[in-house]
T-cell receptor, first 114, second 114 residues
Framework: DAMVIQNPRYQVTQFGKPVTLSCSQT?????MYWYQQKSSQAPKLLFH???????NEADTPDNFQSRRPNTSFCFLDIRSPGLGDAAMYLC?????????????FGPGTRLTVT | AQSVTQLGSHVSVSEGALVLLRCNYS??????LFWYVQYPNQGLQLLLK??????LVKGINGFEAEFKKSETSFHLTKPSAHMSDAAEYFC????????????FGPGTSLSVIP
């Protein structure tokens, strides 16, 4: 089945220790998104790629970076995690132009910062 | 700025009772509208979408929603609640400044009482 895959599902890192979360998709979608979701809140968009074009949200901290080396993969790098970065991180995809703009989500990576 | 409101952060219904989750949006242009469901420790799953075709939209798991332009509403209903419907529900509207993005409502947590 075509899907969005996130690894790992659970990640523990230490305060200030860089961490990378990964996302892959078999849907061949043009757009890939990274969201941060804290408990009992809606997902908050960090950034998204339309093909290779990177779109950063204005309020995304510089501590968060992303890479999309090819259509299938996208990575979220947190350079110096703080306690406030503990959250669920969701990757999503959409077809892009010509589609109906619904997004397909992966299962998420729950990040714990100790 | 566009926004989505969901009346009631927590809704409880008895098993077999009608489920009604409310969503109102603001948009100056015809929007795309979505309902997503999120089970604990999982990603979001699309329940249904409105894309300017029929105003009554049927989705998965017996859910449906009706687009009412005059009321700027897109309420989600299900005739008979099942225990497995207990989850978080998010209404979302396409961002008119960037259709690649959506604006999520704050979410409604649905509890189903046996």
């Amino acid at each position: 089945d075509a899907m969005v895959i996130q690894n790992p599902r659970y990640q523990v890192t230490q305060f200030g220790k860089p961490v990378t979360l990964s996302c892959s998709q078999t849907l061949n979608h043009n757009v890939m998104y990274w969201y941060q979701q804290k408990s009992s809140q809606a997902p908050k968009l960090l950034f998204h790629y339309y093909d290779k074009d990177f779109n950063n949200e204005a309020d995304t901290p510089d501590n968060f970076q992303s890479r999309r080396p090819n259509t299938s993969f996208c990575f979220l790098d947190i350079r110096s995690p703080g306690l406030g970065d503990a959250a669920m991180y969701l990757c999503a995809t959409s077809i892009g132009q010509g589609g109906t703009y619904e997004q397909y989500f992966g299962p998420g990576t729950r990040l714990t910062v100790t | 700025a566009q926004s989505v409101t969901q009346l009631g952060s927590h809704v409880s219904v008895s098993e077999g009772a009608l489920v009604l989750l409310r969503c109102n949006y603001s948009s100056s242009v015809p929007p795309y509208l979505f309902w997503y469901v999120q089970y604990p420790n999982q990603g979001l799953q699309l329940l249904l979408k409105y894309t300017s075709a029929a105003t009554l939209v049927k989705g998965i798991n017996g859910f449906e929603a009706e687009f009412k332009k005059s009321e700027t509403s897109f309420h989600l209903t299900k005739p008979s609640a099942h225990m497995s419907d207990a989850a978080e529900y998010f209404c979302a509207v396409s961002d008119q400044t960037s259709y690649d993005k959506v604006i999520f409502g704050p979410g409604t947590s649905l509890s189903v009482i046996p």
